[in-house]
Nanobody
Framework: QVQLVESGGGLVQAGGSLRLSCAASGRTFSRYAMAWFRQAPGKEREFVAAIRWSIEAIYYADSVKGRFTISRDNAASTLYLQMNSLKPEDTALYYC????????????????????WGQGTQVTVSA
C-alpha cells in the first residue's frame, strides 16, 4: 500500500525559504516519477515540479522556475522541494504525488487522480 507523507510546511515571511519533504513507502521508490502540486484556497490544484525516477529529467512551473528546486533521495525514499525567495502567492497546501505506473511519463499534463497523492502540508507566506 503506497503512502506519501509530506512535512516541512509552515509560516514564513516573504523572501524566506522552506524545505518540504515527502516520505514514500509501500513499493520501490526509485521506479516512480514524483511531483509536487499545490492548491490555494478557491483555486484548482496546480503543478509545481516533477522529477523522473532517475533524476535526469525535471520540469518546473514557470511561476516557480529559478526559485524552487525539486530533488529526490532514492536510498531514503524521499522527495524534496527547496523553496527560496517565497512570495505571498506561493501560499497553498502542497501535495506530493507518485505516478501509479513504474517508469511512466511525468510531464505536467500526465498527472491525474489515478496517481497516488499525499495529504498535503500547508505553506503560508506573509507579506
Amino acid at each position: 500500500q503506497v503512502q506519501l507523507v509530506e512535512s516541512g510546511g509552515g509560516l514564513v515571511q516573504a523572501g524566506g525559504s522552506l524545505r518540504l519533504s515527502c516520505a514514500a513507502s509501500g513499493r520501490t521508490f526509485s521506479r516512480y516519477a514524483m511531483a509536487w502540486f499545490r492548491q490555494a484556497p478557491g483555486k484548482e490544484r496546480e503543478f509545481v515540479a516533477a522529477i523522473r525516477w532517475s533524476i535526469e529529467a525535471i520540469y518546473y512551473a514557470d511561476s516557480v522556475k529559478g526559485r524552487f528546486t525539486i530533488s529526490r533521495d532514492n536510498a531514503a525514499s524521499t522527495l524534496y522541494l527547496q523553496m527560496n525567495s517565497l512570495k505571498p502567492e506561493d501560499t497553498a497546501l502542497y501535495y506530493c504525488a507518485q505516478k501509479r505506473e513504474a517508469y511512466a511519463l511525468h510531464t505536467p499534463s500526465k498527472w491525474d487522480v489515478n496517481d497516488y497523492w499525499g495529504q498535503g502540508t500547508q505553506v503560508t507566506v506573509s507579506a
